[in-house]
């Protein structure tokens, strides 16, 4: 065999950096000459300051591009009015979080950092130390959510208050000996998002056109909705290891790996299948899913990225970024700190009337009346019913429901709050001072599926409120029950909370933080009717298989 010849590739070629930055100081970064280079000496405070700029504003901005994307649902004719509204409804909650007090999702996420330092920059500290005192300011002192549950034993956790520890990788580059660089990528990832990265192992057999379509459109049918979408949907397809593909394919949804190489090469480096996405992106929209309650609007784009691999394996990783498409790069130089420039006024994406735009009746339930009657009303409708909500809830997510199982296993009757109201699965960010109510979207229903048909059986959760799809066994209590599951929108926590909520008070386990047992007084929420008394799951109808007919048609395209 000749000798093979030495050739190397970064894996990740990120390309050209087009990002537009802003100057948040000079001070705090300078530079000395030492043996023939450049050093750039960063003092620990930048790295605190960076840190917790980036977190303020990527809970509360986003980038241009996605809200355009936005706007561009509104526009598109084939829009479905589902899609609109719910695309309408992510605007304007983020026109309220650009106020800077409303964080736009509860679920503030977990912090994660990627650095990159080149040879010349020197801090003289543990980074991650200073990089982690800017997460802590940046969730102690802005309306955000401690989501950090430290293990104290194998079994027990407790909230670690500051929703610290967050992830922190830091690597070392070569970079410009003229000019050392420190680059960041800044990250708040939610549990509903994150939830929805998947890996799969795979095998040479799925290596081909029709194949890789069926599969995918299999796997990113089942993501489901609880992650709010529309998604920005990254697929990788190998990987020199498993975490290396699912840690590409959370990179290629937060759009870092827009500029990588279209084409491959015999260095095996990454690069993105154009066609392979535009295939995939038009699957998404045969679906049937749309932006949450049907519609064609299941993504806003989708990135397909080839890694190498070795013989024997072949990983594929999904991923998305939801609605709260939270992230940020950022750059430290010898001309000073600069992070990305974010969207700080998005009503310029707001349209200027809505009436005609929507589309459609919304059908007022008064949650008021005894459940009897509010589930004699809700059986008047099919599902995708658009409604709008006022009166009580209660709200309760997982460790109340927990609780409340084992008094019901124990013989103790079901609470009477939930026997009387719908239970809303949600759990609020902190309150700002002379607001009702913190950022309070809801939280992924499916957590919630295994005490349905228990808690219906004793009376309670006849209707429940919450976002993304269901289990069958869910689907199958209500028929039993005839209890209800409505869709909340996956998103707008901040308008939730400004326009909608008018009241919250504890009703039990206070000593749970958000976690406790509320009780909200809404008024005209939006809800969609998803499962009814009769059967019905509106996600059971998009669960048709479509891959064949949509490789035919690009088929045909070409």
């Not at 009657?373 to 997510?397: D, H, M, N």
Request: glycine fraction near 8%.
């Amino acid at each position: 065999m000749t000798a093979p010849e030495f050739r190397y590739s970064d894996l990740l070629p990120i390309g050209a950096d087009d990002t537009p930055y802003r100057l948040l100081t000079t001070e705090g970064v300078s530079t000395f000459e030492h043996n023939g280079r450049t050093f750039l000496q960063v003092e620990p405070e930048a790295l605190r300051l960076l840190t917790e700029t980036a977190i303020h504003d990527i809970s509360h901005y986003l980038r241009p591009a996605h809200l355009r994307q936005l706007r561009k649902i509104i526009d598109d004719p084939e829009s479905s009015g589902n899609d609109r509204f719910v695309a309408l409804d992510l605007l304007k909650n983020l026109n309220i979080s650009a106020g800077g007090v409303l964080p736009m999702c509860q679920d503030t996420g977990t912090a994660i950092v990627m650095g990159k330092k080149s040879e010349g920059v020197l801090t003289g500290v543990d980074d991650a130390e200073w990089i982690s005192r800017g997460v802590f300011d940046a969730y102690s002192t802005l309306n955000l959510r401690y989501s950090q549950l430290a293990p104290i034993t194998m079994w027990d956790e407790k909230n670690t208050g500051s929703n610290l520890p967050a992830q922190i990788e830091l690597y070392s580059t070569e970079g410009d000996a003229d000019n050392p660089v420190y680059k960041f990528l800044f990250m708040a990832k939610g549990g509903g998002s994150a939830n929805k990265s998947f890996l799969y192992q795979e095998t040479k057999a799925v290596l081909n056109p029709e194949r890789m379509l069926q599969f995918l459109d299999e796997k990113i049918r089942s993501l489901g909705t609880a992650a709010c979408p529309p998604y920005h949907l990254a697929v990788v397809i190998g990987g020199t290891s498993a975490e290396f593909a699912l840690k590409t394919a959370k990179y290629a949804s937060a759009h870092y790996l827009d500029n990588l190489p279209t084409e491959g090469s015999i260095t095996g480096h990454a690069f993105r299948d154009l066609e392979l996405e535009e295939e995939v992106f038009q699957l998404t929209r045969e679906f049937g899913i749309g932006a949450q309650f049907g519609g064609k609007y299941f993504c806003h784009d989708v990135r397909v990225v080839r890694l190498p691999r070795h013989g024997a394996s072949c990983p594929v990783a999904i991923a998305v970024s939801c609605s709260a498409d939270r992230q940020a790069l950022a750059k430290i130089t010898k001309d000073g700190i600069f992070l990305e420039q974010l969207e700080t006024e998005p009503a310029q994406y707001l349209p200027e009337q809505t009436e005609d735009i929507l589309g459609g009746d919304v059908v007022k339930i008064d949650l008021n009346r005894p459940m009897d009657e509010i589930r004699a009303e809700l059986s008047k409708y099919p599902v995708k019913t658009r409604l709008s909500l006022t009166g009580p809830l209660v709200v309760a997510r997982d460790i109340a429901h927990a609780k409340i199982k084992e008094r019901l296993d124990a013989g103790e009757p079901m609470p009477q709050y939930l026997r009387d109201m719908a239970v809303y699965y949600a759990g609020p960010a902190k309150t700002p001072e002379g607001y009702a109510s913190g950022s309070f979207g809801p939280t992924t229903a499916g957590r919630m599926d295994s005490y349905v048909d228990q808690f219906q059986a004793a009376g309670g959760s006849m209707v429940m409120l919450a976002k993304g799809n269901r289990s069958a066994q869910v689907t199958k209590a209500c028929n039993e029950h005839g209890g209800f599951y409505l869709g909340s929108i996956g998103g707008p926590a901040a308008r939730l909370a400004l326009d909608c909520i008018k009241n919250v008070e504890v009703l039990e386990y206070p000593e749970l933080g958000m976690e406790a047992v509320w009780k909200i007084d809404v008024e005209d929420f939006p809800a969609f009717i998803v499962v009814d008394d009769k059967g019905n799951d509106f996600f059971a109808e998009t669960s048709k298989p479509i891959a064949l007919r949509v490789r035919t048609r690009s088929k045909e395209r070409v």
